[in-house]
């Protein structure tokens, strides 16, 4: 069940034609690895039309930017994400995030083909991350997303192991946490299961105490950890500056705290296909 506030916000994106993408814990809560989530957050897509609807729905909601930087193309295209607060009624605080640019995944537009679509009510579509997708998005060094990828593992898994569809079955040996689904999968699929197990160093078919699988994917859970941390390090550098700009009183690119962000028809065209994206490790 999707709580009413968050609701207001999916359907103002939507009246608006917003492309975007959620993701994050709402995204999990409709894939069923989640109960409940605070905050939406999106992939959008940063072009100066969609900006410009963007901005409409933002002005709808009442939703006010809270922490630099402010919504532009420049920091979209480096990867950081941008805050707002909810101040309409119905939604009034709600805390929406927005990225154009993830760790590890490919453009937006890549994202918005194989995206998928809940119908929540009888005229609301959403569109959000591909569970592969939001899968790797959840490969941060946060403690509380790996626990998530394994619910949202698990719960795919239990609800099409009988019938998996093409690629299904590899994804599942590809990202899965549990030793136990990574064991009943080696049985099921041998040669499959091989071929994963060599490239993440996992204990062979039959092999390994259960010890040794679990520090075989908790090596392969510190791996991406260090590689977001190595990730965010110069993004949070550029924050720091950002922080320290406006603290001297020097502004984010205009007056700050912004009401909503700047008009897309005032900031120059975002080139994100300039901006080479990191690719998944696979």
């Known amino acids: 069940m999707i709580p009413s506030p968050i609701h207001k916000v999916l359907s103002t994106f ?35 039309a969609n900006l410009a609807r963007l901005q409409r729905a933002l002005r709808e909601l009442q939703a006010r930017c809270i922490a630099v930087p402010p919504l532009e193309p420049r920091h979209l295209r480096r990867g950081h994400a941008v805050h707002f607060r909810c101040g309409a009624a119905g939604c009034r605080g709600l805390r929406v995030d927005l990225m154009a640019r993830l760790r590890g995944l490919p453009a937006f537009s ?20 591909a569970l592969p ?22 719960a795919d898994y239990f609800a099409n192991s009988g019938s998996p569809r ?56 510190d791996g991406e950890r260090a590689r977001d941390r190595a990730y965010w390090r110069p993004l949070r550098r550029e924050l720091e500056a950002l922080r320290r700009k ?28 300039g901006c080479p994206l990191p690719q998944g490790d696979s």
């Open 14 to 48: 939507h009246k608006h034609r917003v492309r975007a993408l959620l993701m994050g814990g709402q995204a999990c809560v409709l894939y069923g690895g989640a109960e409940f989530s605070r905050d939406t957050d999106f992939a959008i897509l940063a072009d100066p």
């Open 110 to 129: 890549v994202l918005w083909r194989r995206r998928k679509t809940w119908k929540l009510g009888a005229h609301l579509r959403v569109a959000g991350l």
């Open 133 to 154: 997708d939001l899968v790797r998005a959840k490969k941060t060094q946060r403690d509380k997303d790996w626990p998530m990828i394994r619910r949202l593992i698990e």
């Open 166 to 221: 093409p690629g299904q079955v590899r994804f599942w040996l590809r990202e899965a946490r549990s030793p136990e689904i990574l064991r009943e999968l080696a049985g099921r699929y041998p040669a499959l299961f091989q071929q994963a197990a060599s490239r993440r160093n996992l204990p062979g078919r039959g092999q390994g105490s259960w010890l040794a699988w679990e520090k075989a994917l908790r090596r392969e859970e």
């Open 246 to 273: 406006v603290s001297l009183g020097g502004g984010a690119g205009g007056s700050w705290p912004p009401q909503t962000c700047p008009r897309p028809s005032t900031l120059p065209a975002p080139r994100l296909d």
